[in-house]
């Protein structure tokens, strides 16, 4: 029963490097999520998407880009990796009802550092 | 921004105490979610509460939600160490359908 599963758990780039980070859930969700973590503070969303084909602006979504594969995976995007997007990064999926979303479920994070 | 704050930001108490987190928000919502977070892991789902709600009990866990005040907070009865971790509490607006936000957060230690 894996849930939620990120890949790389851990990456290391050099400024300017890009690179994906894979995210897939086997609870058959509509709704997945990537968020970031840094030191001390709360998740801020980067990017959702709430169906197959479909994706929207989060609160930070500078400096990435996302793509809603299939149903199951959802990828997240550096293109030019800076400094600033050290962080840990979290992907999440939900099912949605009738007229609310539901809980999220999460991964166990992907630490990545720009140097 | 849809997400307030979370309030205390420290919580430091002695085992078998109870904890009390409020989280406050700034738009309406469809429901308010807890989330509880241990140290270098993802986050768990504690309880959701949709915005008709006003209180709902899961375990030792009390959340409460008053939409007039767009505050909620929850309470942890008969803390123990185990219960020691970060928690969050997150919102759907009612006007941004699966935008999940989440507050800074409370870090809560229970001391044996």
């Known amino acids: 029963n894996a849930g939620v599963t990120q890949t790389p758990k851990f990456q290391v780039l050099k400024t300017g490097q890009s690179m994906t980070l894979q995210c897939a859930q086997d609870?058959?969700?509509?709704?997945m999520y990537w968020y970031r973590q840094d030191p001390g503070m709360g998740l801020r969303l980067i990017y959702y998407s709430a169906s197959e084909g479909t994706t929207d602006k989060g609160e930070v979504p500078n400096g990435y880009n996302v793509s809603r594969l299939n149903k199951r995976e959802f990828s997240l995007r550096l293109e030019s990796a800076a400094p600033s997007q050290t962080s840990v990064y979290f992907c999440?999926?939900?099912?949605?009802?009738?007229?609310?979303?539901?809980?999220?479920?999460f991964g166990e994070g992907s630490r990545l550092t720009v140097l | 921004s849809q997400q307030g704050e979370e309030d205390p930001q420290a919580l430091s108490i002695q085992e078998g105490e109870n904890a009390t987190m409020n989280c406050s928000y700034k738009?309406?919502?469809?429901?308010l979610q807890w989330y509880r977070q241990n140290s270098g892991r993802g986050l768990v789902h504690l309880i959701l509460?949709?915005?008709?709600?006003r209180e709902k009990h899961s375990g030792r866990l009390r959340v409460t939600l008053d939409t007039s005040k767009k505050s909620s907070s929850l309470l942890i009865t008969a803390s123990r160490a185990a219960d020691t971790a970060s928690y969050f509490c997150a919102t759907e607006g009612k006007t941004s359908y699966d935008k999940v936000i989440f507050g800074p957060g409370t870090s809560l230690s229970v001391i044996p």
């Open positions: 609870m058959n969700h509509n709704s």
């Open positions: 738009t309406s919502i469809n429901n």
């Open positions: 509460i949709r915005s008709n709600e």
């Open positions: 999440a999926s939900s099912i949605r009802t009738y007229s609310n979303t539901g809980e999220l479920f």
